[in-house]
Nanobody, 129 residues
Framework: QAQLVESGGGSVQAGGSLRLTCTAS????????MAWFRQAPGKERERVAI????????YYADSVKGRFTISRDNAKNTLFLQMNSLKPEDTAMYYC??????????????????????WGQGTQVTVSS
């Protein structure tokens, strides 16, 4: 069974930066789409960024566009999220998610959380003003 483990969360002041890392293991078929979602207290889980297997197609939520960068290293089964210019509204639990190998090369059909096969436990990001 695949396992995803996030790290890199923490507390920063507004304007600061954090780099989240997600290390995946247990699935040998090659992960397809990988993504970061987040959930703030009292709110629904929302997608933040999505990347396809070959890093040729990425998606960002409007709220993070220009500030966050998603990337992956397939050789190490690792997913990253570089977060710059953090705002208090970025405060949330951040989750890593992945799919099995898929023929949807752009991951356009994987915008919803229910599309993902594997999830991490989350890492907390807190941004103070």
């Amino acid at each position: 069974q695949a396992q995803l483990v996030e790290s890199g969360g923490g507390s920063v002041q507004a304007g600061g930066s954090l780099r989240l890392t997600c290390t995946a293991s247990g699935y040998n078929g090659g992960y397809g789409c990988m993504a970061w979602f987040r959930q703030a207290p009292g709110k629904e889980r929302e997608r933040v960024a999505i990347i396809n297997r070959y890093s040729t197609s990425v998606y960002y939520a409007d709220s993070v566009k220009g500030r966050f960068t998603i990337s992956r290293d397939n050789a190490k089964n690792t997913l990253f999220l570089q977060m710059n210019s953090l705002k208090p509204e970025d405060t949330a639990m951040y989750y890593c998610a992945a799919t099995r190998s898929t023929s949807d090369y752009t991951c356009s059909g994987y915008r919803e959380s229910g599309s993902y096969n594997y999830w991490g436990q989350g890492t907390q990001v807190t941004v103070s003003s």
